[in-house]
């Protein structure tokens, strides 16, 4: 069996549609089927990792080490599947194909056109990610808005495979708003009629429709729907505000999502087995303990670019049943401003990723500030770097110690260029991406944690800790946690005089699952938990 489900949205961008692709998925898979999740992205980038956080969120890793959208992350902690490169797509990636194919004669004495030969890569690359997963049923969803010139290839795509396979192959779900005029409090189905009016123009008619919708949709607004974009009635699907993403799959189900898509895919109605996720919802809004953890980060005013970490921490305080409190501190507030104001708050704190010198000062104060207060403190890659400086500069002596990718005069490098990053040049997915094995030291907190000696996690950096600096390290006390399976590449530090002081030069966040939680975060969490802080102890 191979069947596709195509996700694709209308009205206005950020309407949540990586929530309905990937509950979908968790829908399907919680029926007992093999299920796999595609992202198109239609802009030109290869892949994600020459942009911008702030204009596109975080780049989330794939184990193969490809650099994605924030969305295949999304899949990934919805569904508990692992995904790859196979699973993400971009216009860039497409013509880059087809073109190569072009210069080595693969169509020769053909001229190449966007209908059939992008769109017939396109249709390759939807079979490919579904056949990588050996799934039966494939969500694909459709980044953008219909209307964009640049998606018009992958909808032409879709379009066609729609064509070519059994009528109960294919399903497509539209995804829109319907806004509300507060003045004469009606709900608006005109922006949904227009989008799905250019969605057929294109030649797709959509078999549901999942309104996003402010207010509880009445039965005579839905009937309009179905009636305007001729969809059967039941196939009209209130998606309402929430409290998290996590609510989705449950209320979309709820509202009959899971029947209408079975009912077109000609499989029998069954129920998803949500018992574990409802369990989990449920600690999230009823916790009374509150842990503060503070991110200090350079893009706090842009929560996307930290979501994998936002999430992980959230499944760990589901794991732990208390109620999350992130508070966004900017690192350059804390240069500014200095660490004690700011994080006198926190029971914990966390360093994440991040490229360039902006706000390292501060994230480099916040590190002492935790050490020397024995604040848990976890440092994630760029984190576990500035820990060590911090540590360089504090402990052992080193005024200037810093990192070479902030200053390349400084005496001290304890944060180095990997040796096989010294002669790249081209930036384009060239950093140590994807999963590499740490071999954890006995009696670490690392150790303990994962409860195995060895461990692959997520990779996405240029530079390492400095072997020259090892022994100086650890002669101060710094304990050396893991490595890579050689010995020679530091994956992880750890203070072992400190309650809880962990920096690890891979990304945890990208592996934590909202059923399977990272033990790190766990172990992290609790130790939030007990730190002392008195606001541990208060649920207000
Ligand atoms: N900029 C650092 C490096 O390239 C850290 C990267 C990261 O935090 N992902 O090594």
């Known amino acids: 069996m191979q069947k596709f489900i195509f996700v694709t949205g209308g009205v206005l961008s950020g309407l949540g549609k990586g929530v309905v692709a990937a509950s979908i998925g968790l829908l399907f898979k919680q029926q007992g089927y093999r299920v796999s999740l595609q992202k198109i992205d239609p802009y030109v980038n290869v892949d994600a990792g020459t942009m911008n956080p702030y204009e596109h969120g975080e780049v989330f890793v794939t184990h193969d080490g490809k650099e994605t959208d924030l969305d295949v992350g999304r899949y990934e902690r919805f569904v508990n599947v692992e995904l790859s490169a196979a699973h993400y797509m971009t216009t860039g990636q497409v013509y880059w194909n087809v073109i190569r194919q072009e210069r080595t004669g693969a169509f020769l004495g053909k001229t190449v056109q966007v209908i059939p030969h992008i769109t017939d890569e396109i249709k390759t690359r ?132 899971t029947r209408c898509i079975a009912l077109g895919l000609g499989l029998p109605v069954r129920e998803p087995d949500l018992a574990e996720w409802t369990r989990r ?105 500035c820990m060590a400086i911090e540590y360089a500069r504090n402990v052992l002596g080193l005024a200037r110690a810093n990192s070479h990718e902030f200053d390349l005069d400084t005496p001290d490098p304890v944060i180095a260029l990997l040796e096989e990053q010294v002669r790249v040049v081209r930036k384009g997915g060239t950093m140590r991406l994807g999963a590499y094995e740490a071999a954890l030291a006995p009696g670490t907190i690392s150790r303990t944690s994962y409860g195995a000696p060895a461990v692959a996690e997520r990779h996405r950096h240029r530079y390492e800790f400095n072997p020259a600096y090892r022994e100086r390290f650890e002669k101060a006390g710094m304990k050396i946690a893991g490595t890579s399976p050689d010995g020679t590449l530091v994956e992880i530090l750890e203070l072992p005089s400190h309650p809880w002081f962990v920096g690890v030069q891979f990304h945890p966040e990208f592996t934590s699952r909202f059923l399977a939680p990272h033990p790190l975060f766990c172990s992290f969490v609790h130790a939030c938990r007990s730190s002392g802080s008195p606001s541990s102890f208060s649920s207000s």
């Open 126 to 257: 939807i079979r490919k990610a579904l056949e990588a997963s050996q799934a039966e049923i494939g969500v694909v969803e459709i980044g953008g808005t219909v209307g964009d010139i640049e998606s018009l290839p992958f909808l032409e795509a879709v379009r066609q495979m729609k064509d070519e396979l059994p009528g109960e192959d294919t399903f497509f779900v539209h995804l829109t708003l319907l806004p509300h005029l507060s003045t004469s409090d009606e709900i608006k189905t005109k922006p949904t009629q227009h989008s799905v009016k250019e969605l057929r123009g294109i030649g797709i008619q959509p078999d549901a429709i999942v309104a996003r919708t402010e207010l509880p949709l009445p039965a005579s607004v839905k009937q309009k729907i179905a009636l305007f974009c001729d969809v059967p009635k039941d196939n009209v699907i209130e998606d309402p505000d929430l409290p998290s993403s996590y609510h989705a799959p449950i209320k979309l189900h709820e509202n009959g999502l």
């Open 281 to 385: 919802v449920g600690v999230m809004s009823s916790a009374q303990e509150k842990v503060r953890i503070g991110i200090v980060g350079k893009y706090v005013e842009l929560k996307d670019s930290y979501i994998s970490i936002r999430e992980s921490l959230t499944h760990a305080a589901i794991a732990e049943g208390v109620d999350l409190a992130i508070e966004w501190i900017s690192s350059e507030d804390i240069a500014r401003a200095g660490a004690d104001g700011l994080l006198a708050r926190v029971d914990g704190l966390l360093i994440p990723g991040g490229f360039g010198d902006r706000g390292i000062e501060g994230k480099i104060q916040a590190a002492r500030y935790a050490r020397e207060k024995k604040i848990p403190c976890f440092g994630l890659c760029l984190g576990l770097q």
